[in-house]
């Protein structure tokens, strides 16, 4: 997919209308963020609104994210654990100390 940043009033505008006109090349829109489809009209509809716009305007070409192949099943695990806590303020560096889950410090070293 094409992930379409629009920076400016103006940009926005351009990327809302875009996206009106061309829905069915369009996955998904958030306000002043659009995903396109990866074809080439999908990257068509992108660079005319970089054209038109310049730096106002950002795209980046995006993959879907599969956990089981990106992270390790320790990072999954500490995810799942931390999210069924039974107090919610608890922070994760303080949640992590004592268990057998990775620390946010070590987390943060490593690159997917």
Do not use: C, W
Not at 40 to 60: D, N, S, T, Y
Not at 78 to 89: G, I, K, L, M, S
């Amino acid at each position: 997919m094409l992930l379409v940043i629009a920076y400016t009033r103006e940009s926005r505008t351009s990327l809302r209308n875009v996206a009106r006109a061309h829905e069915d090349s369009v996955v998904r829109q958030f306000g002043r963020v659009a995903l396109f489809e990866a074809t080439e009209f999908g990257a068509f509809q992108a660079l005319r609104l970089r054209e038109k716009h310049g730096e106002a305007i950002q795209v980046e070409r995006t993959r879907p994210f599969n956990e089981f192949d990106a992270v390790r099943p320790a990072v999954r695990e500490a995810a799942r654990a931390y999210e069924n806590r039974e107090t919610p303020a608890v922070p994760y560096g303080r949640f992590a100390d004592g268990r057998n889950l990775p620390p946010p410090e070590a987390m943060k070293g490593v690159e997917l």
